[in-house]
């Protein structure tokens, strides 16, 4: 199958794009990460991402818009429902580009980290893929996970502390220096 891969990352691509490969599908990545913040995490991804196509021979469409504000607005008030948010519009556009390019089937790399709601990525993709008229290609590929550090030093490509929202970076850093902060 020819299939557009969402890429949130350069590292999490390394394991799926070797998985895709291996089982004969044509991959093709597709950038599109509204919800990373702040500005230079946006850059540093995209560049790892690149690095990573470019050492492996994988054409990367890129949808370079930093959408900051169109994410804080899908989100705002809704904070803690910000996940299934955020993957809907990454999965939805993903889809529409799949479409326009007549790909066979569309999937992501957060599939990847057992860190993100799988199931509920692997809903939102299908019921996109109805609405818009290309399957998702579901495959679980967190058994890579561990797996997807080694092959990411192997590329020399940077890896992120955070998911990459700032809801998810203050989660990361702002309440570990709060608790810091009540200890003294």
């Known amino acids: 199958m020819k299939i557009l891969l969402h890429i949130c ?4 691509a390394v394991y799926p794009v070797e998985v895709l490969r291996a ?6 990545g597709f950038w599109f990460n509204p919800n990373v913040h702040p500005y230079q995490e946006y850059v540093r991804r995209l560049e790892a991402a690149r690095s990573y196509v470019d050492q492996v021979g994988l054409h990367l469409i890129v949808h370079d818009e ?3 504000k169109e994410f804080v607005r899908a989100v705002a008030f ?5 996940c299934p948010v ?4 990454r999965l939805r556009r993903t889809a529409a580009v799949a479409k326009s390019g007549h790909f066979d089937a569309f999937t992501t790399t957060l599939l ?3 860190h993100q709601q799988h199931e509920t990525i692997r809903s939102i993709g299908e019921q996109v893929a109805g609405e818009v008229g290309v399957p998702l290609h579901y495959e679980d590929f967190r058994p890579g996970f561990k797996q997807h550090y080694a092959l990411s030093e192997k590329y020399g490509l940077y890896r992120q502390q955070y998911c990459g929202c700032i809801y998810s970076e203050h989660e990361r850093f702002g309440m570990k220096a709060t608790r810091g902060a009540t200890k003294q």
């Open 9 to 12: 990352c350069g590292p999490c």
């Open 23 to 28: 089982a004969g599908h044509e991959v093709t």
């Open 66 to 68: 930093y959408g900051l």
């Open 78 to 82: 809704r904070e803690a429902q910000r």
């Open 86 to 89: 955020c993957y809907e519009m």
């Open 112 to 114: 990847v980290s057992p």
